[in-house]
Each structure stands twice: as C-alpha cells, then as structure tokens.
T-cell receptor, first 113, second 111 residues
C-alpha cells in the first residue's frame, strides 16, 4: 500500500544512547518532514527536506540531525538521547506545494529513561 | 506571529450534535489552512483544507468556515457520530512547505 513507513514503532533508550529513526515514502513526493508530538503542544517541526539534497531546521531542531538519503528516505538521528526527547515522532511527506496535504506515517513512540 | 491558536482543548458532544473547533492565526501571509484528524495510535490524516479566497468549504458532514478579516477559521462537524471521536488539528502554511499546527482538540462524541 502506498504511504509513509516509519521504523521502529516503539523504542526505549537510555540517556546518552544514540539511535536513528527511519522513514520511507513510495508516493514520489518531493518534500519530507519530521515532527514530534507532545501532549498539549501539538505537532512541532524538527527538520524538513523541501527536495532531495536539501534539509532545513524547523522549530525544535536541537539534539537532532537528519539525512535525506534519496527521494524516498529521510532519517532522523538522536546522537545523545535525553529524557526531554521522549515523544512520539512522525514522519510526513508531501508534494512540493503541499496542496494535497501531508501524508503521515504511523509514528515512533520513543521513551528515554 | 507564527503561532496558530486552537480551542477548545477538549470537547464532548452528543451523537447527532454539532462539533465546532476554532483556530486563530496572526500571520496574514498564511495562504493554506488544513484540518487533520488523528485516531489513537495513528498518524494525522488530512480531513479538509481551505484557501483564503473562499469563506467556506464543505465536504460531507465537515465544513471549514474562514474569516479572513478576523484571522480565524473553524471546523464544523454536523451530525457528529461516535466514529468522529478523535483529535483534530488545525494548521496553516505560508507559501512554503512547512505547516504550523495548532495544539489539538480532543473530541468525544457520546453515543
């Protein structure tokens, strides 16, 4: 089925550990995004990639890095996890203008202890 | 100026009633206003969207009302059903690829 696939679905990390969240889309979309969702704070943009080969910071980029590996894949890396990064992470993709809206993945629930 | 303020935080409606969720923005450069619906354990999904050149858009039981002068827009769910129970997010974008999301409204429709 066409869509956005995120892995893993759940992860528990110890403070200071690193990990990479993977995202892939098969809709030939140009733009991809990483959001985090926290209770009462909605969805906040971490990083985005307007097109293959470009990445830019969003609202809350500190503590994260991203790689747009190719047109399909956009990964998010936590180099040294902190409890404040406990959240649900969503990857999304869209056409260049976004008229058709974002297509979101099903999320990764990350707990940092 | 980049914020989108959403209210109420939570809403309980009887089956068959009307659910109304409101959003306000400050940046007059925003030109696209979507609403997303999210069920527990799932990612948000696009529900309906509007541009500021129209004042209302209707798709089935869902209607967006847009007031450009007041910088407000709202989602109306007519004949609300228990299956509509979800979290709803408004958003706005400014000719770029990035949405600014509201904080969400948790809707519960009682059977």
């Amino acid at each position: 089925n066409a869509g956005v696939t995120q892995t893993p679905k759940f992860q528990v990390l110890k403070t200071g550990q690193s990990m990479t969240l993977q995202c892939a889309q098969d809709m030939n979309h140009n733009s991809m995004y990483w959001y985090r969702q926290d209770p009462g704070m909605g969805l906040r943009l971490i990083y985005y990639s307007a097109s293959e080969g470009t990445t830019d910071k969003g609202e809350v980029p500190n503590g994260y890095n991203v790689s747009r590996l190719n047109k399909r894949e956009f990964s998010l890396r936590l180099e040294s996890a902190a409890p404040s990064q406990t959240s649900v992470y969503f990857c999304a993709s869209s056409e260049a203008r976004g008229d058709y809206g974002y297509t979101f993945g099903s999320g990764t629930r990350l707990t940092v202890v | 100026q980049q914020q989108v303020k959403q209210s109420p935080q939570s809403l309980i409606v009887q089956k068959g009633g009307i659910s109304i969720i409101n959003c306000a923005y400050e940046n007059t450069a925003f030109d696209y206003f979507p609403w997303y619906q999210q069920f527990p354990g799932k990612g948000p999904a696009l529900l309906i969207a509007i541009r500021p050149d129209v004042s209302e858009k209707k798709e089935g039981r869902f209607t967006i009302s847009f007031n450009k002068s007041a910088k407000q827009f709202s989602l109306h769910i007519m004949d609300s059903q228990p299956g509509d129970s979800a979290t709803y997010f408004c958003a706005a974008s400014q000719g770029t690829y990035k949405y600014i999301f509201g904080t969400g409204t948790r809707l519960k429709v009682l059977a």
